[in-house]
């Protein structure tokens, strides 16, 4: 059984940094495409980025240059690394995983992804 689990949330002031992580458990796959999520209070859920089994990365426009994406496929292990942090980056943060390659047209979109955890909460303040 798949399970994906969030951890590093947390309270920080505007302009620090975090580091979220993602363990997956259950699967065993050499080809994936892991993506980050968040969803503020009464917002749509939005993609954050995404890193395929081979290192590539791909972020929304909101977060470059400022979060990265990156893996330890030894570990099954998926981080997010958020630096100048705003408080419009508070929000629950999701991971996801599918199994295959990053179609990255698609890769921000929610629907792409068939596994997700449970969410990990990151709360920035002014």
């Known amino acids: 059984q798949v399970q994906l689990v969030e951890s590093g949330g947390g309270s920080v002031q505007a302009g620090g940094s975090l580091r979220l992580s993602c363990a997956g458990f259950?699967?065993?796959?050499?080809?994936?495409?892991m993506g980050w999520f968040r969803q503020a209070l009464g917002k749509e859920r939005e993609g954050v980025g995404a890193i395929a089994d081979d290192g590539r990365t791909s972020y929304a426009d909101s977060v470059k240059g400022r979060f990265t994406i990156s893996q330890d496929n030894a570990k099954n292990t998926l981080y997010l690394q958020m630096n100048s942090l705003k408080p419009e980056d508070t929000a629950m943060y999701y991971c996801?995983?599918?199994?295959?390659?990053?179609?990255?047209?698609?890769?921000?979109?929610?629907?792409?992804?068939?596994?997700w955890g449970q969410g990990t909460q990151v709360t920035v303040s002014s």
């Open positions: 996801a995983v599918r199994f295959g390659v990053c179609r990255w047209w698609l890769a921000l979109r929610g629907t792409e992804f068939g596994y």
């Open positions: 259950g699967y065993f796959y050499s080809s994936h495409c």
